[in-house]
């Protein structure tokens, strides 16, 4: 069974920057893809990035030009590089690990103030 853990989130200011991370662990060569996704209050959970194995990635149009999805594979961690943030990036972020099913991390807050 995959496991993830999502850290990193945090309170910054508009046009600040976060680093999120993920560490993947378990049956890992089942994952197909990683995925960023958020959830804001109130709102449905989207997806706002992808990083397939083949290393392929795709972003929501919300956040392109602005947020960098990468990986790691020797430390097993895919990152989510968040850059110019603005008040309407606020949700709980989480990882997903695709595969014949989806494993979801705890999520982690991040908060953009105005």
């Known amino acids: 069974q995959v496991h993830v853990v999502e850290s990193g989130g945090g309170l910054v200011q508009t046009g600040g920057s976060l680093r999120l991370s993920c560490a993947a662990s378990g049956s890992i060569f089942s994952i197909n893809a990683m995925g960023w996704y958020r959830q804001a209050p109130g709102k449905q959970r989207e997806l706002v990035a992808a990083i397939t194995s083949g290393g392929s990635t795709n972003y929501a149009d919300s956040v392109k030009g602005r947020f960098t999805i990468s990986r790691d594979n020797a430390k097993e961690t895919v990152y989510l590089q968040m850059n110019s943030l603005k008040p309407e990036d606020t949700a709980v972020y989480y990882c997903?690990?695709?595969?014949?099913?989806?494993?979801w991390g705890q999520g982690t807050q991040v908060t953009v103030s105005s």
């Open positions: 997903a690990a695709l595969g014949i099913s989806t494993r």
